[in-house]
């Protein structure tokens, strides 16, 4: 069983920065991150895969957020530049234990952090 623990989330005005954080208490395969605003559905953010090398990002965070992970630590970062309003919304931390093909589906995640909560302000 491995549990994650997700960190970095804050206030931050619109334009600015974030560095998310999550850690696993095991080795996991893919890890990623989905977003939940107010009123919306969850949603895919980004993934990446065991090495670090291959990087999976939905098409509204492209450009912007870059994913990298660290294979010690078991630790996934999420940073965030030229953070929008748009981007407001818990962040969640997720990992698969196994190789996996759906990456950007909620079903393909065993393991799911508690949340952290951005919030962009004007």
């Known amino acids: 069983q491995v549990q994650l623990v997700e960190s970095g989330g804050g206030l931050v005005q619109a334009g600015g920065s974030l560095r998310l954080s999550c850690r696993a208490s095991?080795?996991?395969?893919?890890m990623g991150w989905f977003r939940q605003a107010p009123g919306k559905e969850r949603e895919f953010v980004v993934a990446?895969?065991?090495?670090?090398?291959?990087?999976y990002y939905a098409d509204s965070v492209k450009g912007r957020f870059t994913t990298s992970r660290d294979i010690a630590s078991n630790t996934v970062y999420l940073q965030m530049n030229d953070l929008k309003l748009e981007d407001t919304a818990v962040y969640y931390c997720?990992?698969?234990?196994?190789?996996?093909?759906?990456?950007?589906?909620?079903?393909?995640?065993?393991?799911w952090g508690q949340g952290t909560q951005v919030t962009v302000s004007s």
């Open positions: 095991g080795r996991t395969f893919t």
């Open positions: 997720a990992a698969r234990k196994t190789l996996g093909y759906t990456l950007g589906s909620e079903a393909h995640y065993d393991y």
């Open positions: 990446i895969n065991w090495s670090g090398r291959d990087t």
